[in-house]
DNA sequence: GGGTATTTGTCCGTATGTATT
DNA sequence: AAATACATACGGACAAATACC
């Protein structure tokens, strides 16, 4: 056991929440009501209150009062099934009767041009000052933040003829197809990286998370390559940590998802 | 720009860092110090100090001071490699040239004898309280601590032949090989699920986290099938999310890493 | 809409404990 | 042993957000 006493006290706090004897959703007492409880100073009680904010397990609501975190039902997104932008591979988490599909759906692109410098010309394998393509989408499911997504494209693809990468529209179908379609480029496989790190500002006003600083972000930086090896985009895609979790296919593995093995389908992540 | 001081006086110490005007590791002014650069009180400062540790910007080091923190070069595990426990395609992060490929170790498992029940029973395809082995072992790079990783078989497995299951030692080759050898069962292919949620006791212990609650960790659970579509084991493996990331391979890639798409090797994690 | 009570957020000052050098 | 630096705990005051009448 833990000695100082706002340990003690957010031990005792955690230990009624953990057994259930305060649910999902319901109200501490207040502070002051704490204060008493515990005999111990407010600050003390905000230190401990502070404690099970910092894993999770409460928020408090300025001028309402502290209360257990909700339980989250998160979204499933399948990595192995590379579906368009705006459909997709997504599911509820659960028990395998009460999962749903879920349907993205996309802002239109901002576009915007860059030069590729450090990692963005080695993962691509361009030169530095190459001119790039970046499109960056909002992408919602249920109308509720989903995804913040960022694909980069050779400058050069434009030139050979896909002019639809530098207008500020969603390209039906997706990227990937289009490509194909114009140019005759295949996507043949792609290597994602999957990490995870605090939300930058963007993120973190995208997705409405607490600015205490807890909830980070998955960002999946997905390398898509052709027939040749030489790779055709960078997409980075970040999602809440709280509220999504992957699923990787490797080899032979039985239905119930639509993922047959070593299948592969167009765009994004 | 946020009203409150104390966040006022972290952003200017955030941009202090991000700028490089503070480097990795670099002590930052005492708390007495920024009391007087700031003209605010001691608490205040120590309110500013605690946001940058929420967002992993500094530490503080209890008689010494406190400081930017040092960069880590996480650990990138090949997750579509299934390796023997033990070796692994595993890697440091960097540059292509400056990568380098790590060898994890085992400890020994401890083993344990569990009623299949809940989401367990559901993942195996067992009927609830069928019993299973638990094999729960550490595992290390370069000594230090790296993952924990429990796997879980049915028990009726040892019955066909599989004894060394219940001994409590590293199996070498992998338990996937094992399997194969003694009982002719083949693992054809495994689905993994990856989320991150907050350390537990043991975690938190084993990886020498602070208990500051700022760092989680990523939960991998793979199923693995044998042909005949039934699951084989359920390994569930956690990394420290703040020092590991993991790489994905579909279809084809072009080689660097020794991943031919669509291969499928032996077992953890 | 306005006013009031409730509840958490910010800020201050002080004292003492504990870890490190 | 002494000095330094962060950690814990107390108390108080006022601000800001919310709910309710």
Known sequence: MPDPMYR?????????????????GDQLPTELELREEYEASRNTIRDAVKWLIARGLVETRPGQGTFVMGEIEPYVTVLD???????GAVYTSGTQATRKRKVPRASDPRIEIHQAAGNLAEELRLEE??????????RFIDDKPWSLQTSLYPMSFVARG???????KDIPGGVVRYLEDVLGIKQV???DKISVRPPDQTEALFFGLPDNGRVEVFEIRRIAFQDSGTPLRLTVTTFPADRNEFVVHVGRVPGEMPTPA????ESGP
């Open 162 to 168: 896909a002019g639809e990468l530098i207008q500020a």
């Open 262 to 265: 070593g299948r592969v389908d």
């Open 81 to 87: 099934f590379d579906t368009g932008f705006g459909q």
């Open 129 to 138: 000052g190459t001119a790039v393509i970046s499109r960056n989408q909002q």
């Open 189 to 191: 496989g792609w290597r």
């Open 8 to 24: 003690q006290i957010a031990e005792d706090l955690r230990q009624k929440i953990e057994s259930g004897e305060l649910g999902h």
